[in-house]
């Protein structure tokens, strides 16, 4: 199973991106599907995760900002950012919990990264 992620760049402050993530192999089904980030140095940090039924839960520094969403026919989840600031400036990576098979059990997987930054 592959994660392929995209819509990073540069943005001025109070700007907005959309960020997109694909996944592709061998599916069965997607269970939560989510956005993390990570600066140099510190810990990766949850942004936002969605369940396959459209839960969603968000950190706190984006609430209001920040908006997850899923396309479950086309294994993808989306993540709207507006109103950036600064401070958003972070490598941000997918993650899936995917059952590949109807009878297996649910693995972890990790895109590649992408960076946003925010500076005017």
């Known amino acids: 199973v592959q994660l392929v992620e995209s819509g990073g760049g540069l943005v001025q402050p109070g700007g907005s991106l959309r960020l997109s993530c694909a996944a592709s192999?061998?599916?069965?089904?997607?269970?939560?599907m989510g956005w993390y980030r990570q600066a140099p140095g510190k810990e990766r940090e949850l942004v936002a995760r969605?369940?396959?039924?459209?839960?969603?839960n968000y950190a706190d520094s984006v609430k209001g900002r920040f908006t997850i969403s899923r396309d479950n026919a086309k294994n993808t989840v989306y993540l709207q950012m507006n109103s950036l600031k600064p401070e958003d400036t972070d490598v941000y990576y997918c993650?899936?919990?995917?059952?590949?098979?109807?009878?297996?059990?649910?693995?972890?997987?990790w895109g590649q990264g992408t960076q946003v930054t925010v500076s005017s």
């Open positions: 993650n899936a919990d995917v059952r590949s098979y109807s009878i297996g059990s649910l693995r972890d997987y």
């Open positions: 192999g061998i599916i069965f089904s997607i269970n939560v």
């Open positions: 969605i369940t396959s039924g459209g839960s969603t």
